[in-house]
């Protein structure tokens, strides 16, 4: 399995970035590459939710499950169809971390665990002579700059404010 594991703080008390987490159909508002997000459920643990991609001539659905919530704290989750991953969004209170004006922060943890094996190119039905391995190439820088932008996005309406946010990428053990 490989992981990665992000972080940035937020200058919110822990509840309300949790309930922003929590209301996963809103992070379509964030990203020109997330079309779309559909939800089955009440957003509790067994709500399943279909994420819509569109990148370059690549289109898909990855399809996730909740499979525990600990309010206000953490939301694990599963994906479900054509890959082996799974991970969660932490909240802690890190009120130390506050700059001069704010109250209190919040340090956002997400942490994914995935088998990059378990994908098949198939499941992403490639143009002819293009590999996963040349789209997963392309990818990943793209995939770092978009999580930073949308990071900036979601610290923005949370705290009423656009600034510079530092997203954090944590070195982490590969996972069992």
């Known amino acids: 399995m490989d992981s990665v594991e992000l972080s940035t703080v937020v200058y919110v008390p822990p509840e309300e970035a949790y309930e922003f987490l929590v209301d996963f159909p809103g992070y379509a508002n964030y990203s020109e590459h997330l079309t779309g997000v559909t939800r089955e459920g009440d957003g509790g643990p067994g709500t ?22 600990d309010r206000p704290n953490r939301i694990d989750w599963k994906i479900i169809k054509d890959i082996h991953a799974h991970g969660h969004w ?7 971390e506050a700059p001069e004006g704010k109250e209190t922060a919040s340090r956002v943890w997400l942490s994914i665990n995935f088998d990059a094996d378990s994908a098949d190119s198939s499941m992403l039905n490639l143009p002819m002579f293009v590999s996963m391995g040349w789209v997963v190439n392309k990818a990943k820088p793209l995939v770092l700059k978009e999580a930073e932008r949308v ?10 404010e656009k600034r510079d946010v530092n997203l954090v990428i944590h070195d982490k053990p590969d996972a069992v």
């Open 48 to 69: 399943e939710y279909d994420i819509h991609l569109k990148w370059w001539k690549v289109k898909y659905t990855v399809r996730s499950e909740v499979t525990e919530l």
């Open 151 to 160: 990071v900036e996005r979601i610290v923005a309406d949370l705290e009423g």
């Open 90 to 96: 932490r909240v802690e209170e890190v009120p130390e």
